[in-house]
């Protein structure tokens, strides 16, 4: 097993997590949990949404959080934004970087954004040119990359297609997203090689959901075929849309224990991790999904049973 | 990724599960639970354990249950043995194997059995000495051989040597036992790589808990070195005693389909299974632990939202 030394881990939870809880958290709140995350020694947040309030109201807060929190020069914030005002909207509160989000699949496309994938992405290119002049880098994403909820599995090609359209946009940081959790380590692999075969010069990351209980297993494979970023979720906050009650984003404290077990370095201080996560568990119980605040970590050994000395 | 095309999966439910519940289950439940798990297609099923009834009393039926199921010839019962007096009880019943089972560690050895590894391996001696003047195969195993929860990490010279002791009484059947969920793919590949080096002759299989998120990837790791025997529990049942929350065995539903995924054949019929695994969750919701009950399969597929055909 060919692993590398060290990975970096995108903190989504202020995104992904908060617009999956049925209520707003208050932005004090919001402020608060990413100040604590940023401690933790993440090199890059996803830190909100730039969409319109009515269409997520729980991020309607997007300017605020982002201009309020304390940043540090080496923690890059990145925001979602889905089209030409969200950009304008994140360039003005001054995130790092933008990523751009559409689906593998028209149907999911549909769904989600009311046109279809292409479609999507030729309405990406007023974005990528005003990004151009300004500081704001831009990265893109493919949502339900290795199975969609109405179509089931995506044919490489059509995710090689995708690609390639990025590319020619000028886009080479691209987001894999399991996004309801269908991936399987082999299709990861087979998947992941052929787009780094045909498109070297594309930077992949993996965005990983656990609904099926082989998110860990995918980041694996996707780190046996080069993959070095990944996002997760700090206490597993984020749901699955087509399932209520299934689990979400991979929690960071599981991913982050993972990897270290692994001897793969994140940089990241996972007692910092599981202390956010505890604190949002008591938040957000019934939205939470995570192994390790449950079982803990490998390393917090349990007190041998008495009389061992007598009997060993 | 090498990957075999086809898989043996023992369900442990009617041991693992069942010890694991506060209560013990009616043995005309037990029975009829055990009835449909056959019907799924399994090959080889641990229908229970042959302990003194003092100490496990949920498996104090051991007799009565192996007798009153409705056996097929195709399907292997295994139980467990832990001295002589069990292994005569589980030859009476009529069982097909026996498992032997011992710990990796002195102290978690002390602690379950009241004695060290290597005088639990000596203890061995009569009853492999009597199985073999029955028709009774036997097996062995190691409990936390990917880490204890007492000692942390299982040096490999440990599972070496352990491995060796087992060929030396002519056990060549040898299951090995996360029991606390704590091993990791790399380590696996590490650890049963060199095992297999080592000891050709020894056939392996893997008994994965999924306490820290780890368990499919650890499953797939052990495919990748050539394991293609697993154990797993119909509804994730089956606990942590240390951490009495926490996942438990690997949800048979959740391998198979996994597996399945893959494109590997597991010849079991996982409708079936599902249907076994939700008539345990009814009866023991707390204590289930299960993806594909919240998600569904991957091919449970939704109907694509309306009004898409107007906007496609």
């Not at 809880?21 to 730039?50: A, H, M, R, W």
């Not at 990145?78 to 995130?95: F, M, Y």
């Not at 974005?127 to 089931?152: M, W």
Request: aromatic share 6%; charged share 25%; proline share 5%.
């Amino acid at each position: 097993m060919q692993m590398p030394g060290e990975v970096t881990i995108t903190e989504v939870c202020p995104r992904d997590g908060f617009q999956s809880l049925p209520n707003s958290i208050d932005s004090i709140d919001k402020i608060k949990i990413i100040n604590d995350i940023i401690d933790c020694g993440y090199k890059q947040i996803e830190v909100t949404s730039f969409v319109h309030p009515k269409a997520i109201p729980q991020l309607r807060d997007a300017e605020e959080v982002v201009t309020q929190i304390s940043r540090k020069n080496n923690v890059k914030l990145r925001a979602l934004v889905p089209n030409l005002r969200g950009l304008e909207r994140a360039i003005n509160a001054g995130v790092d970087k933008v990523k751009l989000m559409l689906s593998a699949t028209d149907s999911h496309s549909l769904s989600n954004a009311n046109c279809k994938t292409v479609e999507a992405m030729d309405g990406f290119v007023p974005l990528v040119e005003r990004a151009e002049d300004s500081q704001v880098a831009v990265s893109g994403s493919i949502s339900v990359a290795f199975g969609c909820p109405y179509e089931g599995l995506v044919p490489v090609d059509r995710l090689l297609m995708i690609c390639e359209k990025y590319l020619e946009l000028g886009i080479n940081d691209l987001s894999l997203a399991d996004t309801t959790g269908m991936g399987n380590p082999f299709q990861v692999q087979k998947v992941i090689g052929a787009l780094r075969r045909e498109f070297p010069e594309m930077r992949f990351s993996m965005h990983l959901h656990n609904t099926r209980g082989m998110a860990f297993a995918n980041a694996v494979a996707g780190l046996e075929v080069g993959v070095t970023d990944f996002d997760s979720s700090v206490a597993g906050l984020g749901g699955c849309p087509y399932a209520p009650n299934a689990s979400g984003n991979i929690a960071s404290e599981d991913l982050i224990h993972g990897f270290e077990e692994m001897g793969i370095k994140t940089g990241i201080d996972l007692d910092k991790v599981i202390s956010v996560a505890r604190s949002l568990e008591q938040q957000h119980k019934p939205y939470t999904n995570s192994f390790l605040l449950k079982a803990g970590k490998n390393s917090d050994l349990h007190i041998k049973p008495k009389g061992q000395e007598k009997l060993g």
